[in-house]
């Protein structure tokens, strides 16, 4: 009767460790999400497989949209799946939680809109360079000056 008892438990204490070996290998195994960056049209830019609470790398180069007659597009971000919310950069996309497809963003802007933009650059160039050359002039007339007031 002992040896009976003594090979159940033995039998059992078997089948917990297996159980227990079972149960500790599948919390082991990490849970992914499939992460993937599409342009504008659709077509896929990258695709990954991220494990959760891991973020995405961002897809190499910047994606660009191609001038369709006068109106020129400039990146804007990428747009969510699961919360629409636009992201300015692949590294501010928010870590994996579930599966999502980010998708490519784009400003359109017409060609007054960029003839505003090289103007208003243009100036600004100018002004800044006005702006040094003032600042060059006010140093050269400030060392005049103190030369002068050693002088005399």
Request: charged share 20%; hydrophobic share 45%; aromatic share 14%.
């Amino acid at each position: 009767m002992k040896k009976i008892i003594a090979v159940l438990l033995a039998v059992m204490m078997l089948f917990s460790v297996m159980a227990v070996a079972v149960f500790a290998a599948d919390g082991d195994t990490a849970v992914t999400y499939l992460i993937v960056f599409k342009d504008y049209d659709g077509t896929t830019i990258d695709t990954q497989t991220v494990e959760e609470g891991q973020f995405p790398r961002q897809p190499a180069g910047v994606p660009s949209r191609p001038a369709e007659g006068d109106t020129t597009y400039t990146f804007t971000g990428w747009k969510s799946s699961l919360d629409e919310k636009i992201y300015k950069a692949a590294a501010t996309v928010p870590a994996a939680t579930a599966d999502t497809t980010y998708t490519a963003t784009y400003q359109a802007k017409t060609p007054e809109e960029n003839d505003n933009v090289t103007v208003l650059g243009f100036l600004a160039t100018v002004f800044s360079r006005i702006n040094r050359i003032f600042e060059q002039f006010t140093k050269y007339f400030q060392d005049m000056k103190n030369w002068l007031d050693k002088v005399f």
